[in-house]
T-cell receptor
Framework: AQSVAQPEDQVNVAEGNPLTVKCTYSVSGNPYLFWYVQYPNRGLQFLLKYITGDNLVKGSYGFEAEFNKSQTSFHLKKPSALVSDSALYFCAVRDGYSTLTFGKGTMLLVSP | EAQVTQNPRYLITVTGKKLTVTCSQNMNHEYMSWYRQDPGLGLRQIYYSMNVEVTDKGDVPEGYKVSRKEKRNFPLILESPSPNQTSLYFC???????????FGSGTRLTVV
């Protein structure tokens, strides 16, 4: 069975500093990996995905993620955090035709 | 506008009173899914559907029913709601494969 782990319940970072939100995964085949963001009282919004190709994937709002096959990781990054980036972030994985499995989420808090 | 529409957004009901949460998508997606979101547990899949008349259980199907009589609609039915089904529910749709999901805005259900 596929699974996703987000080891940090919360990440705190000061505005202007780089941020990383961690994600590791487990699938039996080639992974399709996704990051979603949820703002308060809103649904989930797609940020970026890795299917194949370059290990560094660029997405919306200046976010990027690095796929590392040997470490089975797909960490979300941003060079310079904004207060408006404060939200709940979900990593998700699917194995080809399987359903999408989500991690438990990481709350990102960016302080002014 | 491409979207997934859920109704209602908020619902308070009593134990045992049957209810239906509707979900409709206008993107001609074959794949649809229901998730529930609970604090500390992330998103857990309830049911999914690969196409019309094709549905299957997710990770937490107990106490729920679904139907997929037409491609655009995927209602979630709680025949006899209980307080442990108090949660935030999301419907999502996808083209499948390496495409991500499009999520509805969510339905916050309280069962008293």
């Amino acid at each position: 069975a596929q699974s996703v782990a987000q080891p940090e319940d919360q990440v705190n970072v000061a505005e202007g500093n780089p941020l990383t939100v961690k994600c590791t995964y487990s699938v039996s085949g080639n992974p399709y990996l996704f990051w979603y963001v949820q703002y308060p009282n809103r649904g989930l919004q797609f940020l970026l995905k890795y299917i194949t190709g370059d290990n560094l994937v660029k997405g919306s709002y200046g976010f990027e993620a690095e796929f590392n096959k040997s470490q089975t990781s797909f960490h979300l990054k941003k060079p310079s955090a904004l207060v408006s980036d404060s939200a709940l972030y979900f990593c998700a994985v699917r194995d080809g035709y399987s359903t999408l499995t989500f991690g438990k989420g990481t709350m990102l808090l960016v302080s002014p | 506008e491409a979207q997934v529409t859920q109704n209602p957004r908020y619902l308070i009901t009593v134990t045992g009173k049957k209810l239906t949460v509707t979900c409709s998508q206008n993107m001609n997606h074959e794949y649809m899914s229901w998730y529930r979101q609970d604090p500390g547990l992330g998103l857990r899949q309830i049911y999914y559907s690969m196409n019309v008349e094709v549905t299957d259980k997710g990770d937490v199907p107990e106490g729920y029913k679904v139907s997929r009589k037409e491609k655009r609609n995927f209602p979630l039915i709680l025949e006899s709601p209980s307080p442990n089904q108090t949660s935030l529910y999301f419907c999502a749709s996808s083209q499948g494969g390496d495409y991500g999901y499009t999520f509805g805005s969510g339905t916050r259900l309280t069962v008293v």
